[in-house]
């Protein structure tokens, strides 16, 4: 399963020179940069394409939706197309931080109906080590060079704020320890976390070396958090962090709910409860 949802950079480097190569996607964003085509720019992987994630990958924010709620789907099947995808294209999605971004688009992808997505493991910081990039401006696409791939969504499971109040499962919150707590909280309304959930901060996926652990380690892990043993269910500020989890777990064959608004659509309702206690 894991090949299915992650991609070494030395298998990419190899694919890049088939005849019919998958489409490379850069979806470099962190919140303290939401904008990454500057280094797109600079570096990148060859004939790789810029993808915003805050204007193409998510809808516009309100306190109703969370601050990254998921696309139109015509927007995004709109945003597909320019960058090129077609119906039986492969895509292979990453970013230059920890892969958070780079799960987002992958989530998206799947859940709009693309069935070949893969993430590249490692990011950008591993490919520069051991591959090919390019820099300057990329080249303008022609109108004959945009795909004809059609997208509907709902294809990977979400949950709501209704169904993560009473969510029957393992709720796993992707953020922080200290934002799960309730120490301090940086960018939504209230601080604390969802009643019920689970603290299974996200970066605790990775080596130190920011690569995906090994199948065996993260099997450990969830099952450590009960994630392994029925429905389980992912949030953290906006949705972007919690497919991090959504794609380790699919890794390992067990399929997560993601809830799109997570933190950010929760915390916005003064009803609804904030729980602020240790871990």
């Not at 915003?52 to 601050?67: A, C, I, K, V």
């Not at 962090?241 to 380790?248: D, F, G, L, M, S």
């Amino acid at each position: 399963m894991r090949g299915t949802v992650y991609i070494t950079v030395e298998r990419l480097a190899a694919e890049l020179r088939w005849r019919k190569a998958p489409r490379v996607l850069d979806v470099r964003w962190t919140l303290e940069e939401p904008d990454g085509y500057a280094a797109h720019v600079a570096g990148r992987i060859p004939r790789s394409v810029y993808v915003d994630l805050e204007g193409e990958l998510s809808g516009t924010p309100s306190p109703g939706e969370g601050r990254h709620p998921l696309p139109d789907i015509g927007d995004l099947q709109g945003a597909a197309r320019r960058w090129g995808l077609n119906e039986d294209d492969a895509v292979v999605v990453y970013d230059d931080a920890d892969g958070a971004a780079a799960a987002r688009a992958w989530w998206v992808l799947k859940w709009a109906g693309v069935t070949d997505v893969r993430i590249l493991d490692g990011g950008f910081r591993t490919w520069a080590g051991h591959g090919t990039t390019v820099s300057g401006p990329p080249p303008k696409r022609a109108r004959k060079d945009r795909g004809n791939i059609t997208l509907r969504p709902g294809h990977l499971p979400t949950i709501g704020a209704e169904e993560a109040a009473h969510f029957e499962g393992v709720l796993l919150d992707a953020r922080a320890p200290e934002r799960y707590r309730g120490e301090f909280e940086p960018r939504d309304p209230r601080a604390g976390h969802i009643p019920g959930a689970v603290s299974a901060p996200y970066t605790a996926n990775l080596t130190p070396a920011g690569l995906m652990r090994p199948a065996e380690e993260l099997a450990a892990k969830f099952s450590a958090l009960g994630a392994l043993d029925g429905p389980v269910a992912a949030y953290c500020g906006s949705g972007v962090t919690a497919a991090h989890h959504v794609a380790a777990l699919a890794s390992l064959g067990v399929e997560a709910s993601l809830y799109p608004g997570s933190w950010s659509q929760w915390s916005a309702d003064p009803r609804r409860p904030a729980v602020v206690a240790s871990a």
